[in-house]
């Protein structure tokens, strides 16, 4: 025990040698491990071990501006979703299919014509045809029907009729007027006819005969002047009546 005390001794009188040398140099190094300890401490934690702070909490700094105030006191309303777009609706494929023909309208039935015979002056409005008795070119609003003076002529339509007169070139005239508004004239025919205005007439039925009043057309042949109107146009005689054909 007493070895052990004066060892213990020993080592205190050492010791406290030690420190009485170097123990300024020791506590030096204790401050500045010390200090950097606290540095260290103090940059990773926070300060006043208060929360970080939400951007989005700051206090919001007002100008003096009301405009801008007012623009900062409103909320940020969120951005619309936008919703997706309809697909395109695919155009129909064309129906290529042949369209059916147009049905050709039915033929016109002629009518019979005044009197029988073939046409020796033709309708002519849009050219002109020479007169030997008038001895010049001249338009022709009609056809003339060759047929033998005294020959019975007849109604081409049903109607009635408007007027009978004697014209100072076409001679004795009637006009018939049928029910759809077609006007038939037939001149050069004998003075005195059977019929008298406002007469109803069927088709066929006799309104005179061929005479030799016509002075215009007095150089050719024997024949009937036959004009058709319609709507108040002269148009050809033999797109409606069945004249005989020339041999």
């Not at 005390?5 to 406290?16: H, I, L």
């Not at 002075?215 to 009546?241: M, N, Q, R, T």
Request: hydrophobic fraction near 40%.
């Amino acid at each position: 025990m007493q070895k052990f005390r004066q060892a213990f001794t020993a080592f205190k009188g050492k010791a406290a040698a030690f420190f009485r040398a170097r123990g300024y140099y020791i506590a030096l190094t204790a401050c500045i491990l010390v200090l950097c300890v606290a540095a260290v401490v103090a940059f990773s934690a926070p300060q006043g071990g208060e929360d970080t702070p939400n951007p989005t909490d700051a206090p919001v700094a007002y100008s003096n501006d009301e405009r801008l105030n007012e623009a900062a006191r409103t909320p940020v309303l969120p951005l619309p979703t936008p919703s997706p777009s309809p697909s395109p609706t695919p155009s129909p494929i064309p129906d290529f299919t042949q369209a059916p023909r147009p049905t050709k309208a039915p033929a016109r039935t002629k009518a019979s014509p005044p009197v029988s015979g073939e046409i020796i002056w033709g309708f002519a409005v849009d050219s002109l045809l020479y007169s030997r008795t008038l001895n010049q070119w001249m338009t022709h609003a009609g056809v003339d029907v060759a047929s033998p003076k005294g020959t019975e002529v007849h109604a081409v339509f049903a109607g009635t009729i408007e007027a009978v007169y004697e014209d100072d070139a076409l001679g004795v005239t009637i006009e018939v007027k049928s029910k759809d508004g077609m006007l038939a004239v037939y001149a050069n025919l004998a003075k005195e006819p059977p019929v008298r205005e406002g007469a109803r007439l069927n088709a066929g039925d006799p309104i005179g005969t061929i005479g030799d009043t016509a002075i215009s057309e007095c150089g050719d042949k024997s024949h009937l002047h036959f004009e058709l109107y319609l709507d108040g146009k002269a148009v050809d005689p033999a797109e409606y009546v069945l004249f005989e054909k020339a041999e």
